[in-house]
């Protein structure tokens, strides 16, 4: 918790010479209050022994701030999302200026290092030693997590985090006239960076002091559905910086429905819609969330919602005992359905090189009738065929997770696959792979299970409730646009279905959240409509994954004054 204290950076030198030093400083403090100047003695500061650019206390500043009588103490940074801990101390804070500069520790940080610096209008000034005015960002190896009581106090069992922040904790420093950036790993200092350069937004200075921030939620994504409505790479791009500066971490594309299929394939061209983005832009795509530590999760969604796919080879089309086609429905009895869905995983496999990949699984339209067995009497036969008398439908629907599951993970060592919960079926022959998360967003479905059987089951979930989180284009059905407010004072991680909140006991089970924009009426609304719309949900949510408090300190008013504040 905070603490109202001047922030010094601990002295390398040790005791010895610490008399003598305070005999000459109570001289030079003198003298300085006398003529009115403020002192701000130098430092090598920036390298290790080694001449590496690791973060350690041995090569921490030797400082003496401005006198801390002549500043107030410092208020937390004013950020969306807020920050976790901040240990408050006396200073001017920290403010950019043409002439100072963003230096990378690390050679590994130079690419956040030059992207803060063209933010701020600063220079990048590679791994020299810092001076004052200068941001300077470190890798620190050997870092833990201090952030106090490790998520367990006062968030409501919200924490999630267990106490540690891994890769994504930092620890942001203003002191001196310099800050100072660390973290364990790359994704931390680059949300370090994001938390900086809101504070310069919000209120021109970074206030002096010590931030220690971790996310409460690993999982923070916003999905966007092009195979519906169209959207170009430019909008694209700056939806991904958008959620980027809110320590968003994922960039869901679901790019394959009936309506359309919008990235170029070279396994299938032929089913590929004529308004589409080549592999060279979905490269980019890749290139420029990857550049801002977002990962773009992509999803082909089957055995349903594969229109297009249905188009270009009819014959895979699935019908019911009447011969009736069913529509974006494959026939999961057809081998050849199974086939070209691998062709595409397959070939993506290296063009999205992410941790995670969609397979959908959702209202498959074989399962939303009354009776799936009777009105699929083929499928039918082949699910008692291969599980037995009590073989159903289901469970060929299960064995294609499955199957497909195993498709992305051979396609690329260590992929993780999630599906729609509407995929996940119980007490049936075939049972869902555990290693595959469920995206929770809806308990509307025929035969959908509320969200505690899931996690009873010990399954990882993504909360994508589509009460608070859908943004469907036209308002179909009981859909409609949901709003920041809404977010803000009523949803929490723990709302997975409906308004109601699962037990505090499942909280570690819930992974995050994300919010999605689909495309059901595509002329509805503009690109220009869409980005304005969804702008308030997307802070709002944000501030519900980041910290660790189960409802902002805020208020809806202040929390619109800030969002307007940061721009």
């Not at 999982?219 to 968003?248: H, S």
Request: no cysteine; aromatic share 8%.
């Amino acid at each position: 918790m905070a603490e109202h204290r001047r922030q010094d950076f601990p002295d390398p030198g040790g005791r010895r010479r610490r008399a003598a030093r305070a005999s000459i400083a109570a001289l030079v403090v003198v003298a300085a209050v006398v003529l009115g100047l403020t002192v701000w003695p130098g430092g090598d500061h920036g390298k290790d022994k080694d001449g590496s650019g690791a973060a350690s206390s041995a090569d921490a500043l030797t400082v003496s701030p401005t006198p801390a009588a002549s500043y107030p103490v410092a208020k937390p940074p004013r950020t969306i999302p807020s920050v976790r801990d901040f240990e408050a101390a006396r200073g001017p804070g920290w403010k950019p200026a043409k002439s100072g500069r963003v230096l990378a520790g690390d050679d590994a940080l130079a690419d956040e290092a030059k992207l803060l610096a063209g933010e701020l209008g600063m220079t990048y000034g590679g791994d020299a030693d810092p001076r004052r005015g200068d941001v300077w960002l470190g890798l620190d190896k050997d870092a833990k997590d201090d952030g106090g009581d490790g998520g367990q106090s006062g968030d409501g069992g919200q924490g999630g985090d267990g106490g540690q922040g891994g890769d994504e904790a930092y620890t942001l420093r203003v002191a001196a006239g310099q800050a100072r950036i660390t973290a364990a790993g790359r994704d931390g200092v680059w949300w370090g960076t994001r938390t900086l350069k809101q504070a310069v937004r919000a209120d021109g200075t970074a206030p002096e002091g010590t931030v220690r921030d971790r996310p409460a939620k690993p999982q923070r994504g916003f999905m966007l559905d092009i195979a519906r409505k169209w959207y170009d790479e430019a909008w694209i791009k700056a939806r991904i910086a958008e959620i980027a500066d809110l320590k968003y971490n994922q960039f869901g594309l679901h790019f394959s429905d009936d309506q359309a299929f919008r990235v170029e394939s070279s396994s299938h061209p032929e089913i590929v819609s004529a308004q589409h983005l080549t592999k060279a832009q979905v490269r980019s795509i890749v290139s420029y969330a990857a550049a801002r530590h977002v990962t773009v999760v992509p999803e082909i969604d089957s055995p349903g919602h594969l229109g297009t796919v249905i188009k270009a080879h009819p014959k895979l089309q699935l019908r019911d005992a009447a011969g009736k086609p069913v529509e974006g429905a494959v026939d999961i009895g057809n081998p050849e359905s199974a086939r070209i869905v691998d062709d595409l995983l397959k070939e993506y496999a290296s063009l999205f090189p992410g941790r995670w990949w969609h397979l959908g699984a959702d209202e498959y339209q074989a399962l939303v009738r009354s009776d799936p067995e009777a009105s699929f009497p083929g499928l039918a036969a082949l699910a008692r065929k291969r599980y037995g008398a009590k073989g159903r439908v289901q469970d060929l629907a299960e064995a294609w997770l499955n199957d497909r599951a195993k498709t992305v993970r051979d396609a690329r060592e260590g992929r993780i696959a999630r599906a729609w919960n509407d995929g996940f079926f119980a007490e049936g022959q075939a049972v869902a792979d555990r290693k595959v998360e469920v995206v929770y967003w809806t308990g509307k479905e025929l035969g959908a299970r509320p969200p505690a059987a899931y996690l009873a089951e010990g399954r990882q979930v993504l909360n994508y409730n589509d009460e608070f989180l859908y943004y469907v284009l036209g308002q179909p059905n009981t859909f409609t646009y949901p709003t920041g407010q809404r977010i803000y004072e009523s949803w929490t991680p723990r709302v997975l279905r409906g308004t109601s909140a699962v037990p505090a006991s499942y909280d570690h089970l819930i992974e995050g959240g994300g919010f999605a924009v689909w495309g059901d009426f595509p002329n509805a609304q503009t690109q220009d409509q869409v980005a304005t719309g969804i702008r308030m949900p997307l802070r709002a949510l944000s501030e519900k994954l980041w910290p660790r408090a189960a409802k902002p300190s805020r208020s809806w008013t202040d929390f619109q004054a800030l969002s307007r504040a940061i721009g």
